[in-house]
């Protein structure tokens, strides 16, 4: 198993490096910083100029969209050149992944018609999903959700709430999971739809979230100022907004989360707490006076955590592998997603630990580190063990699809 770049790979990554540090000026930044809303700035969402004027030199370099099919407006390339580019842009604060999109999902499950409809407008940008699974009363049991999509004729009419629907303010179309059977188990009578935010029927409020005020800084990881609950009153679409089979939404929507896991934006959520840590010690050497580059037990610390980092890495390099050579992808989304955000965690109370009450300061304190990112990085850490699937549901799934062990007796 050999993970190496090969010449031309590394030669792409530099020439990404290249366009940030050429395209990416202090004015750039200085628009970040303006319309900062805690989240990696996605072409899609983007309400600045210069930001969008970004965007599409890095479209017109053919950097979206790689991997998927030239018919559906895709470069037709691999998925690891991908990865290198979304991993430099990603760090650049820059989203150009379609990971998160429904389009991983649309791509596996949907019909003809639905992929030229859709594919081609996620990589341009005119569409974005905002994701509609979670429900107030259901938490990590996704499988308990209430909404509701009775079939009337060639529609369907949803009725229901969900909740932490995150960028539902600036998408245009909602990855929704609602229940078309209630007298099956649970797990079953589960459908995905497609549909269009600006249906009838839909309302969006906004839920402003413990990063808001004070906003955090600029790179940090889980630091949305927003998320939001949306409610479906007679919500009415058409029978072509059903992706994959009536009923068989369970089966789409885990195969479209542990697609969604696989890539380089998943991955750095996990490991850029490691390097902000690494690069503020490294540059803390020039202030003259203590540093922890020169404390034996954080330097033993940080280097413990840099090999779990490493670990992070070569799981999702095995990911992108297993979904290039088409082989079987069971069980390894579901192992990544436990064994990253449990490391995130771990990092970020260790880091907090390493710098004692300063850490803990938040934006705009005057001797806040590095205008608070550690303090809001803390603040933000364990949402990642329940984002996208909550890590005691992923290691039942590790347990049953890639160990093959029995369900418990209840």
Not at 294 to 301: E, M, S, V
Request: hydrophobic share 35%; charged share 25%.
């Amino acid at each position: 198993m050999d993970f190496a770049f090969t010449p031309e790979q590394e030669a792409l990554r530099r020439e990404v490096r290249a366009f940030i540090a050429s395209e990416v000026t202090p004015e750039v930044i200085a628009e970040m910083e303006e319309h900062n809303e805690g989240r990696p700035f996605h072409r899609t969402a983007c309400r600045s100029p210069l930001l969008s004027a970004l965007f599409k030199k890095i479209a017109d370099r053919g950097w979206v969209g790689i991997s998927y099919p030239k018919e559906y407006g895709g470069q037709g390339g691999d998925r690891i050149t991908q990865y290198i580019v979304e991993e430099e842009l990603y760090r650049a604060n820059l989203t150009i992944a379609l990971g998160g999109s429904g389009a991983p999902a649309i791509m596996a499950a949907g019909t003809e018609e639905q992929k030229r409809y859709y594919i081609p407008k996620l990589i341009t940008g005119e569409f974005m999903f905002a994701q509609g699974f979670t429900e107030p009363r259901g938490g990590a049991d996704l499988a308990s959700l209430q909404c509701r999509a009775d079939r009337d004729g060639d529609d369907y009419v949803i009725n229901g709430q969900k909740i932490y629907t995150s960028n539902a303010e600036s998408a245009t179309h909602i990855y929704l999971m609602a229940r078309t059977n209630r007298n099956v188990p649970k797990h079953e009578g589960i459908s995905i739809f497609l549909v269009p935010m600006d249906t009838p029927g839909i309302t969006i409020r906004p839920l402003w979230t413990i990063q808001n005020e004070p906003r955090a800084a600029l790179t940090t990881t889980y630091g949305h100022a927003r998320t939001n609950e949306t409610f479906y009153d007679n919500v009415r679409v058409h029978k072509s907004c059903l992706l994959g089979e009536e009923n068989k939404g369970w089966r789409v929507g885990s195969m479209g989360l542990n697609l969604d896991r696989v890539g380089a934006a998943r991955y750095l959520i996990s490991v850029r707490r490691d390097e902000d840590i690494i690069n503020w010690i490294k540059a803390s050497r020039e202030l003259g006076d203590y540093s922890p580059a020169n404390d034996a037990a954080i330097r033993d610390k940080v280097a413990e955590l840099w090999t779990e980092a490493q670990v992070c890495r070569l799981m999702t390099m095995r990911s992108m592998s297993i979904v290039e050579r088409g082989g079987k992808f069971t069980y390894e989304g579901s192992a990544e997603k436990v064994w990253a955000p449990e490391h995130g965690v771990r990092t970020t109370e260790a880091i907090t630990q390493m710098l004692g009450p300063y850490g803990q300061l938040l934006n705009g304190s005057p001797r806040a580190i590095r205008n608070g990112l550690f303090a809001h990085n803390l603040m933000g850490a364990f949402q990642s063990g329940i984002n996208h699937g909550s890590v005691q549901v992923m290691r039942d799934q590790v347990a049953r699809r890639g160990l093959a062990m029995p369900r418990a007796k209840r």
